[in-house]
């Protein structure tokens, strides 16, 4: 019978596969040690042309694990972003409740979901609102226990123009300084105060202040916050989040391509302190957004290094895409394996270095759990299939070597 399943599993990937239009694949690239593009910006590589995969070969039936209890062996928690979706599809919610403690408001927690037009133009100040999608999921938060990471207040994309801008008119002139500095501190205050007053504080351990704020070549990304306010727009977003936010709150930076930051984000860091040389920030956030060719070795070093400046490290958005940037790979049996061994590689070796000492982390959060709802969803980077299935890399993330594709 299950040999027959196997087959018939088989056959369906070769359907799909076939209905995509994918071939046999070139042999890998190795490697690039260049960077990638903005993950935010990211246009997939196109997906080369594959062979018939190969009949799976049979395997003893798989365990049913939980994330939430191997990760909390190693004191971690374990997170998911969240979509509404998630939680009013059974299918999706069962897999949220039963696999995670954590999660994050994949949109719902943006400036733009978060700073309302119309009332600030109203009220002649920058006004604050959370939406029912985001109330939604603080609900859903408080009644099944979940920890929560804010993401995010400060962003150069996903927050709209008209809040740098006179009048908060979209043809308004840009703001000054003054008025912008204004303007951020309002805002951080009212996203931690109405937190506080709607009773939802206590669940949040972390915070996104800022995001993708610094580029892979040590410079700083050029955008409206450092249009108006200037360079030091980072210093205030921390300073202000420092003085607004609950203590219980760790507050942090969060990027991509951190394999690439390590020389340049220490020193960064090492300038958000206050007056009396106390630190502002927390942690760095790791996004993780990662493809199966991308070294692990690599990846390590260069945590170690994040490591060293004595912050806390979350991985905050993980997804692996199957094989380089420059070029993906179609969900073959042997993709899907060699994917598998490396979230194993990846998530074991993380475990490895934080019980060691090397690394300060406390949570792992991955970009989504199923495939077809991810934002990478052509390349099959996360935990589940389509259909809910776990896959070898679901058993990598749950350390369960045996079912992971080696
Ligand atoms: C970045 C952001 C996330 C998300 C992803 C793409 O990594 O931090 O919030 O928007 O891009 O979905």
């Not at 994040?306 to 912050?311: D, I, M, R, V, Y």
Request: with cysteine; proline share 4%.
């Amino acid at each position: 019978m299950k040999r027959f399943l196997s087959l018939l599993l088989a056959g369906l990937m070769v359907l799909s596969l076939s209905a995509c239009g994918k071939e046999a694949p070139a042999p890998a690239p190795e490697p690039e040690v260049s960077v990638s593009e903005p993950a935010t910006e990211e246009v997939p590589a196109s997906v080369e042309e594959t062979e018939e995969p190969e009949a799976e070969e049979e395997m003893p039936e798989p365990p049913v694990l939980s994330l939430k209890d191997i990760y909390a062996e190693h004191n971690m928690k374990v997170g998911t972003c969240l979509s509404r979706t998630m939680i009013e599809k059974e299918q999706y919610s069962e897999i949220v409740l039963s696999q995670f403690n954590s999660f994050t408001m994949e949109n719902a927690m943006k400036p733009e979901a978060t700073l309302k037009q119309q009332a600030s133009k109203d009220n002649g100040e920058v006004t604050v609102e959370f939406n029912a999608d985001a109330i939604k999921m603080l609900d859903f938060a408080k009644e099944n226990n979940f920890a929560v990471r804010g993401h995010t207040l400060v962003w150069y994309s996903q927050t709209p123009d008209w809040f740098f801008r006179e009048n908060f008119d979209n043809s308004g002139e840009l703001v000054s300084r003054e008025v912008m500095l204004e303007r951020m501190e309002s805002y951080i205050k009212q996203i931690f105060e109405q937190l506080s007053t709607l009773g939802y504080a206590d669940m949040f351990y972390a915070f996104d202040v800022v995001n993708e704020a610094w580029m892979e070549n040590g410079s700083l990304r050029q955008c409206r916050w450092t249009e108006t306010i200037g360079d030091d727009y980072i210093w205030w977003a921390f300073y202000y989040a420092d003085k607004y936010a609950p203590e219980h709150i760790n507050l942090f930076y969060n990027d991509y391509n951190e394999q690439y930051k390590h020389v340049s984000l220490p020193k960064y860091v090492s300038e958000l302190v206050d007056e009396d040389g106390r630190s502002l920030i927390d942690g760095i956030g790791l996004q993780a957004h990662l493809y199966t060719q991308d070294s692990l070795s690599t990846y390590f070093t260069s945590i170690e290094r994040l490591a060293s400046t004595g912050l806390i490290l979350e991985i905050t958005e993980l997804d692996v895409c199957l094989g380089a940037y420059q070029k993906a790979l179609p969900a073959t049996e042997e993709n899907l394996r060699a994917q598998g061994k490396y979230y194993y590689n990846l998530i074991s070796g993380l475990m490895e270095r934080n019980e060691k000492g090397l690394i300060n982390m406390d949570s792992i959060t991955f970009w989504g759990f199923n495939d077809s709802l991810s934002w990478r969803s052509n390349q099959s980077p996360l935990l589940y299939n389509s259909q809910c299935e776990p896959k070898y890399s679901y058993y990598g993330a749950a350390l369960a070597k045996e079912f992971a594709g080696f």
